[in-house]
């Protein structure tokens, strides 16, 4: 809400005045203050017109709005400009009836008060559809919830059915209000419309038996009779055409086009239900509605004596069953009249006009009765209450006043004589709280001014209500005296009473001119709105509003539900006369009065553009006639001198305060020196405000809006301080208590970073204690001083062990165990080896085996004995170092059975001149031999064989030591071989002679030939091999000295 004010914002309403200012030539100016000639009757009258041309039918006087009537639909009245219109300051939208219902509804939201737009106008200037529009207005824009939401509904449906039962075409209306309305609309203090409450006014009765030429009776009539199903007509006793009943026939006029009877009826009957009238209490209603059309059908014969009697009995008898009463009892109370004389009950019958009389007195009691229980149903479908507290009151109401306009007909009679008195009452009122308070109200505040004069209708008044004096109390008078008082004697009464009164004339009091329009059965009122003559037939009868009782007896006994409401037995057995319907009227009148008064005034001046219910036509004179007796050129004139606003100057302070430094947050001297001081610091040019006693006056809207926006600006920038401060307040807390929460988790964590480091040097401590005190008592048995010390000396040991074990069986490395694990240590290290020994010998194949147990001979023999072993130990034997393709195929054959072993080529050196001669030397199973080419030069068997000599040097010599005496050998054989470590093993193992290699230092003796001839190698070591002859004919043999000695 706020938002859109600051949207629209001074800059806005300036534009806003300003294009209007530009289109004031054509459509005239929205407010009637900003009427240049505002005195002149022909301009303001031009204004409307201007306007009413194009189709702008609200025009503002201040804050009066004017409205006239369009006859036609104009595109509005939307949802959406009722959005356009909600929560927007009452000048700065196009003027509009949805204004001053937002206006009256803030209003009352934001200062609590009770309001209440009074909608005045004559006959057919749209009061109904104002006050319609409103109640609209708020049921769609007014917060709601569920609840409420039927609250509304029945707010909204309440209208169609009152309208059915109490409008009627008139001449000057075709949805004439016949009764007066004033609906409160209940809200909660949320604002949401949450009940409601009708106060209704005199019902045009007579309208039910009688109705003018051109009009009709209640609408509610005809819609049965259109609309009701054929079943519900049959019911009832109808026929579906008006034309049959004698009460819808008098005004000549079943059918008007603007009214859709049949439509009507369907919405009737929705509304209904919608109000929560049970089904049964529709049929009951609608029993009524038909039997008061039944009676009208009654009708009577007179007999000899002039009584009547009653011919038409069918009636009689739907009469009987609709209203559930006895028949004969009905008809004898319709022709009979009880007369009570000296204590004794007497029946007496009626002639034929009192017949009628009393029958049409009955529908109309019937049908008048109805309607005031219908509005007391609907109120208490509309009621409040509070769901906490039931007795509670809603919060505030907004007053909505609809009654019926100024009326004057050809003929006019008591109803008019009400209503136009009613009216007189509210122009009273209106002039009563604008004219006449406001003006008060500045001479009171000491304001200078300058009186401007204006009709008081007060004197109008006075005439009619006046206590013995007025004509009200002359009626009544007359109606209550015994005698033979009719209305001629009460028209006499009056001229005797008032006649001297200038408001007051007669036939027979007035001038000749007027006498000529004038009845002699007439007396003329100059009411505020113009000139009015009532006839005085039937004033007295309307006023007394009797039932003969007889009749209300009957009516006591039905047994229809809603009649046994409305007829109270109580009633009879009241002695006390009832009061006039004049003097209730009056004293209703007074009340409502008080209600208005109670409450903060709207209002919606109504003006009717034309007689013939015409769109577009502007009917110049019937219009300033209205603007006349409306006040309206005084309205505004006192709006023009005087004071768009007031307030109290605390109220204003308080509110506009903070505007200025001093007055701001508080001010402490005279609230009219502060006043004075906020709307200087304000910038308010003299000639816009005054001051007077207790009140701030300011002339123009347009300077209190400037304000108002100010104090918009100013509630946000206070909202952005005050924003600001809570926020950094908000901010500030919000970081201390960060802080506040990151120190203590900081603690908490930092405690826990501290005992884990106290608790690890804790352990670290006891730990090296252990460790120092179990490497004192580490010799002593296991003990618990040492026991940690062992337990950790044995686990890093076997943990050592596990990443230190040898890899390979040559590896000998083994981590050195702690004392205590000397003997496991061993156990293991037996264990480790044996496995991978195992391990290792599993993976060995024959052939490998074979070469590993040659190779253990050699070492056996040879290991740390020959200087060239080392140099064999890598070097694989082989099985055989000579093919068989290397070997003479007639060696082969030689050798026979004995197939070779190993064969090796070998030098051998004589045995006399050393000399070097290639052979071959084989192995076989049992012997060896030595090969020359094909030749088989010598033949060792190993059982022969008696040793076999080496040097301990690095040469490749060596000697098969055989027996001398045995002729088949030739001797020991010198043998030189470039594999002698192999080809030895080889013989050894092939002669098993292991044992038999004897390996010499210096020289070697062997046996030359048979005699005993003794040969001698020496050796020695020298740089290379050198095998040759020496000068001491001994072989000598230079063997190379190798690295590894
Ligand atoms: N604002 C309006 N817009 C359109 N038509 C309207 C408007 N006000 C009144 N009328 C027409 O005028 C007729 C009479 O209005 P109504 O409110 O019944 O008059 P009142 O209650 O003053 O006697 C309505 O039936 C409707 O046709
Ligand atoms: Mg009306």
Redesign the pocket.
């Known amino acids: 809400m706020k938002y859109r004010v600051m949207a629209v914002g001074s800059e806005g309403v300036r534009l806003m005045m300003e294009s209007a200012l530009t289109a004031r030539d054509r459509v005239g100016v929205q407010d009637f203050v900003l009427l240049e000639n505002y005195t002149s009757e022909a301009a303001f009258i031009e204004n409307l017109r201007k306007r009413f041309k194009e189709n702008l039918?609200y025009t503002y006087i201040g804050s009066v709005l004017v409205?006239v009537?369009?006859?036609?639909?104009?595109e509005i009245?939307s949802k959406q400009h009722m959005e356009r219109y909600r929560g927007v300051n009452f000048y700065e939208v196009s003027p509009h009836?949805y204004a001053v219902s937002d206006n009256s509804y803030r209003a009352m939201r934001t200062e609590r008060k009770d309001q209440c737009i009074l909608?005045s106008?004559?006959?057919?200037?749209?009061?109904?559809?104002?006050?319609?529009?409103i109640l609209q207005y708020y049921a769609v824009t007014c917060p709601a919830s569920d609840k409420v939401e039927l609250v509304k509904d029945r707010l909204l449906q309440s209208n169609p059915v009152l309208e059915a039962f109490g409008?009627a075409k008139t001449l000057?209306?075709?949805?004439?209000?016949r009764f007066g309305k004033y609906m409160d609309i209940q809200f909660d203090f949320k604002g949401a419309p949450v009940g409601g409450h009708i106060l209704n006014y005199l019902l045009e009765k007579s309208r039910v038996v009688h109705q003018n030429h051109g009009e009709r009776n209640f609408h509610i009539f005809y819609q049965l009779i259109e609309g009701g199903e054929e079943d519900l007509l049959r019911r009832l006793g109808l026929e579906r055409n008006a034309q049959q009943y004698q009460y819808l026939v008098k005004g000549n006029c079943p059918k008007v086009s603007?009214i859709n009877d049949k439509n009507d009826w369907k919405t009737v009957r929705k509304a209904l239900t919608v109000i929560g009238f049970s089904e049964d209490e529709v049929e009951e209603l609608l029993n009524i509605i038909a039997s008061v059309l039944h009676l009208g059908n009654v009708q009577f014969a007179g007999d000899e004596a002039g009584n009547s009697q009653i011919t038409t009995e069918t009636q009689i008898k739907y009469l009987a069953r609709l209203l559930g009463v006895e028949g004969t009892a009905l008809k004898e109370a319709l022709t009979h009249k009880k007369i009570i004389a000296k204590g004794e009950e007497l029946m007496s019958p009626l002639n034929l006009e009192q017949a009628a009389y009393a029958r049409d007195a009955l529908s109309k009691a019937v049908y008048g009765r109805t309607f005031s229980w219908l509005v007391n149903k609907i109120n208490e479908s509309l009621s409040y209450k509070d769901p906490i507290y039931p007795g509670r009151k809603s919060a505030a109401v907004i007053g909505l006043l609809?009654i019926?306009?100024f009326e004057v007909f050809q003929h006019n009679s008591f109803e008019q004589f009400c209503i136009n008195y009613c009216n007189e009452k509210l122009q009273q009122l209106f002039i009563e709280l604008t004219l006449k308070s406001e003006q008060e109200e500045y001479e009171s505040e000491g304001i200078t001014w300058e009186p401007v004069q204006y009709f008081n209708n007060k004197i109008i008044c006075d005439l009619v209500e006046e206590k013995f004096k007025g004509i009200i109390s002359i009626l009544d008078e007359e109606c209550l005296r015994p005698g033979d008082a009719s209305d001629i004697t009460f028209l006499e009464k009056l001229e005797d009473t008032v006649g001297g009164h200038a408001h007051f004339v007669t036939h027979k009091l007035a001038d000749g001119k007027t006498r000529k329009v004038m009845g002699r059965e007439e007396f003329r009122l100059l009411h505020y709105a113009g000139e009015v003559n009532y006839n005085v037939n039937g004033f007295l009868d309307k006023n007394n509003d009797l039932l003969f009782r007889n009749l209300k007896e009957v009516m006591c006994q039905s047994e229809n539900k809603i009649l046994t409401q409305c007829f109270d037995r109580d009633e009879l057995s009241d002695k006390k006369r009832p009061e006039t319907a004049a003097t209730q009227f009056k004293n209703s009148l007074a009340k409502l009065m008080e209600i208005l008064m109670s409450k903060e005034p709207s209002y919606i001046r109504?003006i009717?553009p034309n007689d013939a219910?015409q769109a577009g036509r502007f009917d110049e004179v019937l219009i300033r006639h209205q603007v006349k007796y409306l006040g309206l050129m005084e309205n505004l004139r006192v709006r023009r001198a005087g004071f768009a606003y007031r307030r109290k100057y605390e109220t204003f302070l308080q509110r506009y305060k903070s505007l200025c430094p001093e007055t701001w947050p508080n001010w402490n001297g005279r609230l009219a020196d502060g006043v004075a001081i906020l709307v200087k610091h304000l910038g308010y040019k003299p000639e816009e405000y005054k001051l007077g006693r207790s009140k701030i006056f300011i002339r123009f809207p347009k300077t209190l809006f400037a304000t108002e926006d100010a104090l918009e600006v100013r509630k946000h920038s206070l909202a952005t301080t005050l924003q600001a401060a809570w926020r950094g307040y908000g901010q500030k807390s919000k970081f201390q208590k960060l802080r506040a929460s990151a120190i203590l988790i900081q603690a908490w964590w930092r405690g826990i970073l501290a005992r884990r480091k106290a608790a690890r040097r804790r352990w670290a401590a006891n730990t090296i204690r252990r460790f120092v005190k179990g490497f004192i008592y580490r010799q002593q048995p296991r003990c618990p001083e040492n026991e940690y010390f062992l337990d950790y000396v044995r686990y890093s040991f076997l943990m050592n062990l596990k990443r230190n074990l040898p890899k390979t069986i040559l590896d000998k490395s083994w981590p050195v165990p702690p004392p205590a694990l000397a003997e496991t240590s061993e156990q293991l290290k037996k264990l480790y080896v044996q496995n991978m020994v195992w391990s290792y010998c599993k993976r060995i194949n024959p052939e490998w085996k074979n070469q590993l147990e040659q190779k253990v001979v050699a070492s056996e023999i040879f290991k740390d004995k020959k200087d060239n072993y080392p140099q064999s130990v890598p070097k694989l034997f082989v099985s055989s170092r000579l093919s068989n393709e290397e070997v003479n195929p007639k060696v082969i054959q030689a050798l026979g059975n004995e197939k070779m072993k190993y064969g090796v080529p070998v030098t051998k050196y004589d045995r006399k001149g050393y000399k070097a001669r290639p052979r071959q030397l084989l192995l076989t199973q049992n012997c060896a031999f030595i090969v020359e080419e094909a030749k088989l030069k010598q033949r060792i068997d190993y059982s022969a064989l008696r040793g076999i000599s080496v040097s301990s040097l690095s040469d490749g010599l060596f000697v098969l030591h055989v027996p001398c005496e045995d002729n088949k050998q030739k001797g020991d054989v010198v043998l030189q071989s470039d594999h002698v470590i192999e080809t030895l093993t080889k013989v050894a193992i092939s002669a098993e002679k292991v044992n038999n290699i004897n390996i010499n230092q210096g020289s070697i003796k062997f046996t030359v030939g048979q005699g005993g001839k003794e040969g001698i190698i020496d050796f020695t070591s020298g740089s290379e091999l050198l095998i040759a002859k020496a000068k001491n004919g001994h072989l000598s043999v230079t063997a190379p000295r190798l690295n590894s000695r």
């Open positions: 039918i409205s009537n369009p006859y036609k639909d104009l009245y009836i909608i106008g004559e006959s057919g200037a749209g009061k109904t559809e104002a006050s319609k529009k409008n000057r209306n075709d949805n004439s209000s603007s609809d019926y306009g109504c009717k219910k």
